[in-house]
């Protein structure tokens, strides 16, 4: 059974930077999918697109590109969210998730993790 676990951080500083961690078990991010993704929810808002990656591109929603870098870690068996100038905007529940198809990055992810906290305050 596949699991993905985020980790991370949970109270950063504006403008300071953090790395996320989703971590899965019972599957390979090199052979059992082709695309992952973060999303993210903030306090009274829906849950909105963050970042995706796949075997051919990397997809950022506007407001993060420039800030946010998605990657993948073989070796970990894990995908990385890192987060440089963070702001309290970023303040939300963050997901990531993972799907099998290669159709639209931005939606359709069938596997998702429990969730992490990011506050972002001074």
């Known amino acids: 059974q596949v699991q993905l676990q985020e980790s991370g951080p949970d109270l950063v500083k504006p403008s300071q930077m953090l790395s996320l961690t989703c971590t899965v078990s019972g599957g390979s991010i090199t052979t059992s999918f082709y695309a992952w993704t973060w999303f993210r929810q903030a306090p009274g808002k829906d849950r909105e697109f963050v970042a995706a990656?796949?075997?051919?591109?990397?997809v950022y929603e506007d407001s993060v590109k420039g800030r946010f870098t998605l990657s993948r870690d073989n070796d970990k068996n894990a995908v990385h969210l890192q987060m440089n100038n963070v702001i309290p905007e970023d303040t939300a529940i963050y997901y990531c998730?993972?799907?099998?198809?290669?159709?639209?990055?931005?939606?359709?992810?069938?596997?998702w993790g429990q969730g992490t906290q990011v506050t972002v305050s001074s």
């Open positions: 998730a993972a799907k099998q198809d290669s159709y639209d990055l931005r939606s359709g992810y069938g596997y």
């Open positions: 990656i796949s075997w051919i591109t990397t």
